[in-house]
């Protein structure tokens, strides 16, 4: 796994003090020491306890299996834990194929070939027989190309703009840990004279990746099947996956 970052901008263990009068809430967290596996950049482990939440003073961790702890040096009854991730990483915008890393056949080298399918679209919302889409050369239902984008992140969707021919997607794959996940696949490809943006509900959404293959039928269609770009969507964060207390 690559490019995994935690941030955690401020921890607030709550612990709750109560007399016959009043609930005091108290973050018993602040400025306890604090200690993180591995550090990016400047973040520090110490920061997600210094109070402050906003101004982009994060602890911020580098590996995909990173861990930080925080010592409160006495025993509490915690009643709530807090934990505010940095509010200024927003997921990376959606992106558009960077390159193609390999396929199964393309119509030419020119015209509709398999590079017709990075960038943005050109041909939607256009529907036809049109060069600026990639089409594969064989009608049968082993048809393939494999996607690149420029950075990874957990796969939320996936966009195919079909502008021709639509429906003979039969599965969306991503890249994982040396093999091909499926996150989507139908055994019932259509054949619809129609351009539109194909987005099925992911049946994995945990694949964190940049590399996605898309798998076509063309028996049904019988005819070219054209897809003129694709776009994912993702973030490229991590969550906390586990909380211990000792
Ligand atoms: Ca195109």
């Not at 021709?164 to 139908?186: D, E, N, P």
Request: glycine share 6%; hydrophobic share 40%; net charge negative.
């Amino acid at each position: 796994m690559e490019n995994v970052h935690t941030t955690r901008c401020g921890l607030f263990l709550l612990f709750v003090l109560q007399d016959t009068f009043a609930i005091e809430v108290v973050n018993i967290s602040i400025n306890k020491t604090a200690i993180q596996t591995d550090t990016s950049g400047n973040g520090t482990a110490d920061l997600a306890v210094d109070g402050v939440i906003s101004g982009g003073t994060c602890a911020q961790t580098s590996s995909a299996l990173a861990s930080w702890e925080v010592d409160l040096g006495d025993f509490y009854v915690i009643d709530n834990v807090l934990v505010h991730p940095k509010p200024d990483e927003a997921p990376p915008a959606a992106q558009w194929v960077q390159s193609v890393g390999g396929f199964s056949s393309e119509y030419s080298s020119a015209g509709w070939s398999a590079q017709k399918i990075v960038g943005p679209p050109n041909v939607y919302p256009l529907y036809g027989d049109i060069v600026e889409s990639w089409s594969p050369y064989y009608k049968d239902s082993n048809q393939f190309i494999e996607l690149e984008f420029a950075t990874s992140v957990y796969v939320g969707q996936v966009d195919i703009y079909e502008t021709f021919h639509a429906g003979g997607v039969k599965a969306i794959k991503c890249y994982q840990a040396g093999q091909w996940v499926t996150l989507w696949s139908t055994a019932l490809v259509e054949d619809l004279s129609i351009a539109r943006i194909f987005s099925p509900p992911l049946q994995v959404t945990d694949c964190f990746t940049n590399m996605i293959r898309l798998e076509l039928d063309l028996t049904v269609a019988n005819t070219f099947v054209e897809i003129d770009a694709v776009q994912i969507h993702g973030v490229s964060q991590t969550s906390i996956a586990h909380m211990e207390q000792y």
